[in-house]
Structures are given as structure tokens and as C-alpha cells.
């Protein structure tokens, strides 16, 4: 029960509890334009030759809605902070993994406001950290490694976004980038779309 109490004290439930109460606000019926910023943050996990882990990411991206409005196309600058903390059987590990994602989204199926999605793309990544020494009895010093990515991506989701309401949101619980040096990265994630 204190730490109900404590969570309803924090300055993050009132920030969730205001942008829920804007969400839900009428605009007096005024339509917005094509463009939207997105800003979201998830769990996910990461793994080429160089590491693995699993951690916290954010994103923030630009949205524009194509001539078709079933379609648009998403800009992603993701950054992620991952450590190998919970996966056994590999050293410890630190690094973050920065990621910039050009998606082609499109709506499965669209009913009113509601709306499954389905996204492709591309991304480049970039990612940089340190092996340390434990969890390995062989290594006897840490070493730092920095690697390059290239490769495409995919997503699926819903989105759920009202012309005449300036806030939406999307749910990506399946986020996949597949690239050079066996990069894979899962970024499942929640984002809120501010229209402009």
C-alpha cells in the first residue's frame, strides 16, 4: 500500500494523468495536418558479435501521413542503454545502441480511429560499450568495442489515432531489426503521436 501511495505522489503519474486527460479533451472538431512528432520508450533486447543484452530505449521520430491515408512513413531515432545483467552464460556487458529507422507503415485493417499496422524499412545503427570481467573467469581485463549495423526492419501493431484529436498512440509489441554482423534487436515499444 506505500508504495501506492508513493507512486501516486511522483511527478510521472501526474504527467501520465495529464497527457491521458488532454488525450481525451475535445478540440472542437479542428483537423490537423499530415505531420506528427512520436515520442516512445520500451524494453528490448540486443545482440551482435560484439554483445548482448537486454535494457530500456527510447525513441523519438517525425511521422507524415502519405496521399493515401492508410500509409505513412516514419522517421526513428532510437537510443538504447543494454546490459547483459540477466542473460547467463556470456560476460558482463554495458553499451548502447543508437539507431536511425526509415519505416514504411501501413493499416491491416482500419476500423474508425483504430487501426492494426504493419511496418518495413531500413535502419543504421551504431553501437559502443565495454566487455568486462566478470561472469567470464578467462578475461582478465575489460576491453571496449564500438560496431557499425546496416540492415531492414520490421513492425506490427495498433495504432489508435482520431483526425479531429491532437494526441494518438501506437503499441509495437513486435519491433524487429535484422542486420550485418548478426545484429538483431527487438525494441517492442509504446509511442504517443503529437499532431501539428
Same mark, same amino acid.
Given at each position: 500500500?506505500?508504495?501506492? !501511495?508513493?507512486?501516486?505522489?511522483?511527478?510521472?503519474?501526474? !504527467? =501520465?494523468?495529464?497527457?491521458?486527460?488532454?488525450?481525451? $479533451?475535445?478540440?472542437?472538431?479542428?483537423?490537423?495536418?499530415?505531420?506528427?512528432?512520436?515520442? &516512445?520508450?520500451?524494453? &528490448?533486447?540486443?545482440?551482435? @558479435?560484439? *554483445?548482448?543484452?537486454?535494457?530500456?530505449?527510447?525513441? =523519438?521520430?517525425?511521422?507524415?501521413?502519405?496521399?493515401?491515408?492508410?500509409?505513412?512513413?516514419?522517421?526513428?531515432?532510437?537510443?538504447?542503454?543494454?546490459?547483459?545483467?540477466? +542473460?547467463?552464460?556470456?560476460? @558482463?556487458?554495458?553499451?548502447?545502441? =543508437? $539507431?536511425?529507422?526509415?519505416?514504411?507503415?501501413? @493499416?491491416? =485493417?482500419? +476500423?474508425?480511429?483504430?487501426?492494426?499496422?504493419?511496418?518495413?524499412?531500413?535502419?543504421?545503427?551504431?553501437?559502443?560499450?565495454? %566487455? *568486462? %570481467?566478470? &561472469? @567470464?573467469? *578467462?578475461?582478465?581485463?575489460?576491453?571496449?568495442?564500438?560496431?557499425?549495423?546496416?540492415?531492414?526492419?520490421?513492425?506490427?501493431?495498433?495504432?489508435?489515432?482520431? %483526425?479531429?484529436?491532437?494526441? *494518438?498512440?501506437?503499441?509495437?509489441?513486435?519491433?524487429? $531489426?535484422?542486420?550485418?554482423?548478426?545484429?538483431?534487436?527487438?525494441?517492442?515499444?509504446?509511442?504517443?503521436?503529437?499532431?501539428?
Amino acid at each position: 500500500m506505500s508504495i501506492l !501511495l508513493a507512486m501516486l505522489k511522483t511527478k510521472q503519474f501526474l !504527467l =501520465i494523468i495529464s497527457l491521458f486527460l488532454f488525450f481525451i $479533451s475535445p478540440t472542437n472538431a479542428q483537423e490537423f495536418t499530415k505531420h506528427s512528432i512520436k515520442m &516512445g520508450f520500451g524494453f &528490448g533486447a540486443s545482440m551482435f @558479435d560484439e *554483445g548482448e543484452g537486454m535494457g530500456v530505449l527510447h525513441s =523519438i521520430g517525425y511521422q507524415q501521413q502519405l496521399r493515401n491515408e492508410r500509409a505513412r512513413i516514419n522517421y526513428n531515432l532510437i537510443y538504447g542503454r543494454y546490459k547483459s545483467g540477466s +542473460i547467463s552464460d556470456v560476460p @558482463d556487458q554495458f553499451f548502447n545502441s =543508437i $539507431s536511425f529507422q526509415t519505416l514504411l507503415y501501413f @493499416d491491416l =485493417i482500419r +476500423i474508425q480511429s483504430f487501426s492494426v499496422i504493419m511496418g518495413a524499412g531500413g535502419f543504421l545503427n551504431y553501437a559502443t560499450g565495454l %566487455t *568486462g %570481467t566478470g &561472469g @567470464d573467469p *578467462g578475461r582478465r581485463s575489460s576491453d571496449y568495442f564500438q560496431a557499425f549495423h546496416i540492415g531492414a526492419c520490421t513492425s506490427l501493431g495498433f495504432r489508435v489515432s482520431n %483526425t479531429k484529436k491532437r494526441m *494518438g498512440f501506437t503499441v509495437l509489441p513486435m519491433a524487429l $531489426s535484422r542486420g550485418t554482423k548478426d545484429f538483431l534487436e527487438l525494441t517492442p515499444k509504446f509511442e504517443l503521436e503529437f499532431k501539428f
